[in-house]
């Protein structure tokens, strides 16, 4: 059974930095891996994503601020967030697509808060 456990979140001020990692248990490989973030009121929104046939993408809101990486021997996916604003203040997700057929997981999700 496939897992997702995110880790990192916290509460920062405004301009700080925070490191969220997503571990994926199992021994499937994911060919697609993102994070996702949804504030109170607010839709789910993409942030960005990884995979090796399209590289990564990212949200307009985030780009330059955030970077997404993955560790395959970890299977685990990576956002550092940097420059921080009180607008970024979500719970953020990660999920990831893998195994034959093809399926979509997704983590329980973790707060991150920024202060202003």
């Known amino acids: 059974q496939v897992q997702l456990v995110e880790s990192g979140g916290g509460l920062v001020q405004a301009g700080g930095s925070l490191r969220l990692s997503c571990t994926a248990s199992?021994?499937?490989?994911?060919?697609?891996m993102g994070w996702h973030r949804q504030a109170p009121g607010k839709e789910r929104e993409l942030v960005a994503t990884?995979?090796?046939?399209?590289?990564?993408t990212s949200a307009d809101s985030v780009k330059g601020r955030f970077t997404i990486s993955r560790d395959d021997a970890k299977n685990t996916v990576y956002l550092q967030m940097n420059s921080l604003k009180p607008e970024d203040t979500a719970v953020y997700v990660c999920?990831?697509?893998?195994?034959?057929?093809?399926?979509?997981?997704w983590g329980q999700g973790t707060q991150v808060t920024v202060s202003s």
């Open positions: 999920n990831a697509k893998g195994g034959l057929p093809v399926r979509e997981y």
């Open positions: 199992g021994s499937i490989f994911f060919g697609a």
């Open positions: 990884i995979s090796r046939s399209r590289g990564t």
